[in-house]
Nanobody, 126 residues
Framework: QVQLVESGGGLVQAGGSLTLSCVVS????????MGWFRQAPGQEREFVAA????????VYVDSVKGRFTISRINAKNTVYLQMNSLEPEDTAVYYC???????????????????WGQGTQVTVSS
């Protein structure tokens, strides 16, 4: 049974930074393309970033490019999302997810990801 556990969320002022972590257990994280998604109140869940199994290929949604960085340390079974220059619009529950099919090209669709964490709340005050 694959489990994903996020941590690192919290309350931060606009312009601040947070780093989210996602620890994978049950199977090595190197078996998955990993993604981060977020869901704001009253909004649909949306793609944020994803990273290939080897960490060489990364994709971001346009709204976070230049501010967020996704990374992974397979030896630690952990994926990270470094978030800088946070804006109130970044307020959401952030989820990490695992795609067991893709290899080198990260995918963006929610339905491509089979395993999900419980989410961690990020709140950015203005």
């Amino acid at each position: 049974q694959v489990q994903l556990v996020e941590s690192g969320g919290g309350l931060v002022q606009a312009g601040g930074s947070l780093t989210l972590s996602c620890v994978v257990s049950g199977r090595a994280v190197s078996n998955y393309v990993m993604g981060w998604f977020r869901q704001a109140p009253g909004q649909e869940r949306e793609f944020v970033a994803a990273i290939s199994r080897d960490g060489e290929n990364i994709v971001y949604v346009d709204s976070v490019k230049g501010r967020f960085t996704i990374s992974r340390i397979n030896a630690k079974n952990t994926v990270y999302l470094q978030m800088n220059s946070l804006e109130p619009e970044d307020t959401a529950v952030y989820y990490c997810a695992a795609d067991p099919v893709a290899w080198l090209i990260p995918r963006r669709r929610i339905q491509d990801y089979d395993y999900w964490g419980q989410g961690t709340q990020v709140t950015v005050s203005s």
